[in-house]
């Protein structure tokens, strides 16, 4: 019986939290910066130690790769270790080093596998830097050209391909080159449900919508003590407005529907002047299709009344705009048994947050392992899970694996 080395993985996921340390205790390696390189080197490195098949591609995905004895198509774990700007420890970097142990734990019993086995860190899954996020799974499922990618400009004013070849991360290998028999990623809920229900491994059936915009408000800036409200063009009130009306949407659509306005620059940003520009983002999500395009013509809506009403103009780039997926129901049930035989409480659920496994789907069997996260807390440097959790996901992760490997589930 083949058991992970929880030591070893909290280990690993200890040291890569020091990379990119904020000063609030949080993690900040916002993707192709420094930070980010130092990341990648610290896990290559690993991987590199451990013996595997390390490959880079285009748009900078990483590859390790430990070869099976019947030459099958690898099953994959993988995630990202790129973050928000102050981030937790464990968004995406519990799926990358949990895949790590899974593979190591093979290695250190002499088992060898049939299928290959892969662990992958995608690029800019985040997309806080550069949009649209799951930005490296995307065009590993042949969603978004490398061209369109490369010609990203970052909110910092980078361009991406620049960036990747600053930071050494433009491989060689074509995007997309590794199918994989199957796609298993490990990750925190970053939601308040399992916690809620006292519930310890979540199987993830599937992934709500995601509709990303960013929104330019031009109005005239002007004396904030001599304008006359009967004759301002202010950006900053018509943006206030927006904001509000996205909050009134959510709960106009109400259920599972959320929408945030996360990014909100006022230009000039001084106490005395009427704000003349507003560059603002509006993140709207759905589990169901349907709803997701309702919240977006209200939204749409919303913009052009409130154009007329304070005389601004309004103009909207699109940013990211996924569909929900649905995981394959093989996977997921392999892993509800492998939590059940481990003794392990599960649930299906919906995963409100994007991940790399909702573009991997495009292209094999795929599905997600979640385990609690403290207060739902995630995006903050309070994201926390207890171990005891850490190493339960760790365990079915490599039970469902094992499970994928030896059987006749796919
Ligand atoms: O936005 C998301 O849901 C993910 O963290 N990129
Ligand atoms: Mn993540
Ligand atoms: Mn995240």
């Known amino acids: 019986m083949l058991n992970i080395n929880f030591k070893r993985l909290n280990g690993r996921l200890q040291e890569l939290s020091e990379v990119g340390r904020t000063s609030e205790g949080g993690s900040r390696r916002l993707a192709l910066t420094d930070a980010d390189k130092a990341g990648r080197d610290l896990v290559q490195r690993w991987m590199i130690d451990l ?166 408000i031009k109005g005239q ?28 949407i959510a709960e106009e659509i109400g259920g599972v529907h959320v929408g945030t306005v996360g990014v909100i620059n006022p230009k000039p940003n001084l106490i005395n002047v009427v704000a003349g520009d507003v560059k603002l983002t509006v993140d709207l999500r759905n589990v169901d299709e349907e709803k997701l395009k309702q919240s977006e013509k209200l939204f749409e809506d919303a913009l052009s009344d409130i154009a007329e009403l304070e005389g601004v103009e309004i103009s909207t780039e699109t940013l990211a705009r996924f569909e929900p997926v649905k995981f394959d129901d093989r996977v997921a049930c392999v892993i509800t048994q492998a939590a059940n035989e481990l003794g392990l409480s599960n649930k299906r659920m919906n995963s409100g947050a994007g991940h790399d496994a909702q573009m991997m789907a495009r292209i094999c069997p795929t599905a997600m392992i979640f385990v609690p996260s403290r207060d739902g807390i995630s995006h903050n440097p309070k994201e926390h899970t207890d171990e005891h959790y850490l190493k339960s996901g760790a365990e079915v992760l490599l039970k469902t694996v094992q499970k994928i490997d030896g059987g006749t589930v796919l």
């Open 221 to 248: 800036a002007n004396h904030a003590g001599t304008t006359p409200m009967s004759m301002r063009c202010d950006a900053g009130y018509a943006a206030a407005l927006l904001t509000v009306r996205v909050r009134q």
């Open 51 to 216: 013996g595997l098949e390390v490959s880079i591609d285009k748009i900078g995905n990483i590859f390790a790769v430990l070869k099976g004895s019947a030459n099958k198509k690898p099953i994959m774990m993988g995630s990202h270790i790129d973050t928000v700007g102050n981030g937790g420890h464990l968004d995406g970097c519990l799926g990358v080093l949990g895949g790590l142990e899974v593979i190591e734990t093979y290695i250190e019993n002499g088992k060898i596998p049939e299928h290959d086995l892969a662990v992958a860190i995608f690029t800019n899954e985040e997309g806080a830097r550069f949009q649209p996020d799951m930005m490296g799974s995307l065009i590993h499922a042949h969603g978004l050209s490398l061209e369109d990618a490369y010609q990203t400009i970052s909110n910092d004013g980078k361009k991406l391909k620049e960036e990747l070849e600053r930071i050494g991360y433009l491989g060689d290998m074509e995007c997309g080159t590794i199918i994989p028999h199957a796609f298993i990623e490990l990750h925190i809920e970053q939601g308040p449900i399992l916690e809620k229900e006292n519930i310890k491994i979540g199987a993830v059936e599937n992934v709500q919508g995601i509709s990303w915009t960013s929104v330019t």
